[in-house]
Nanobody, 120 residues
């Protein structure tokens, strides 16, 4: 059973910082990519940042220069969010494309989501 367990999030004033962390557990053979999406009320779920297995990263234009994604050797991905803005308020979801157990094709997994609220 694969799980993505998120931590971090909360309420912060504009200009402040938060750090999100996501730990993947289970019979994971390979992490193809791992990252974060966010969804505000009435809006679609959009990619925030992602780190690929080779180490390259993708960021949404709206967070470039403010957010940094990193991954350690223990299947954990962190998202450092600086200079937060009210428009960053959303539920943030951890996402991963994983090869698990003996299954050769990768599958997509999601965390439960964590709320980030930025007050003006």
């Amino acid at each position: 059973q694969v799980q993505l367990v998120e931590s971090g999030g909360g309420l912060v004033q504009a200009g402040g910082s938060l750090r999100l962390s996501c730990a993947a557990s289970g019979s994971i053979r390979r992490i193809n990519h791992m990252g974060w999406y966010r969804q505000a009320p009435g809006k679609p779920r959009d990619l925030v940042a992602r780190i690929i297995s080779g180490g390259s990263t993708n960021y949404a234009d709206s967070v470039k220069g403010r957010f940094t994604i990193s991954r350690d050797a223990l299947n954990t991905v962190d998202l450092q969010m600086n200079n937060l803005k009210p428009e960053d308020s959303a539920v943030y979801y951890c996402n991963a494309l994983l090869e698990v157990g003996d299954i050769t094709r990768p599958y997509e997994y999601w965390g439960q989501g964590t709320q980030v609220t930025v007050s003006s």
